[in-house]
Nanobody, 124 residues
């Protein structure tokens, strides 16, 4: 089964940028629908973005649309989440998740494979 490892988290000031990576092993990421989730302390996990394995345009939560971009690097078997104009409310642990399915709605889909998460803290 595919294994996912996130990296790229850290501390950033409001208005700054970060790029998260989700590297896969034991399988080509192109076969998988990939989602990014986040969970802030005391809050439920929420989906940030999802990218279907059929090449359709990625989808984004309204809270991050026009600020976050997800893209794939097939050669590196890695999916990235580029986060710009970060806000304090973006502070959370971010997870990538994968599934072999091609769901109609990748935002609400339940994913089979998960990474361990990486912490993002947006603070001045």
């Amino acid at each position: 089964q595919v294994q996912l490892v996130e990296s790229g988290g850290g501390l950033v000031q409001p208005g700054g940028s970060l790029r998260l990576s989700c590297a896969a092993s034991n399988g080509p990421l192109d076969d998988y629908t990939i989602a990014w989730f986040r969970q802030a302390p005391g809050r439920e996990r929420e989906v940030v973005s999802c990218s279907l394995n059929n090449g359709d345009d990625a989808k984004y939560a309204s809270s991050v649309k026009d600020r976050f971009t997800v893209f794939r690097d097939k050669a590196k078997n890695t999916v990235y989440l580029q986060m710009n104009s970060l806000k304090t409310e973006d502070t959370a642990v971010y997870f990538c998740a994968a599934d072999r399915a091609t769901p109609y709605d990748c935002i609400s889909w339940e994913y089979d494979y998960w990474g361990q998460g990486t912490q993002i803290t947006v603070s001045s």
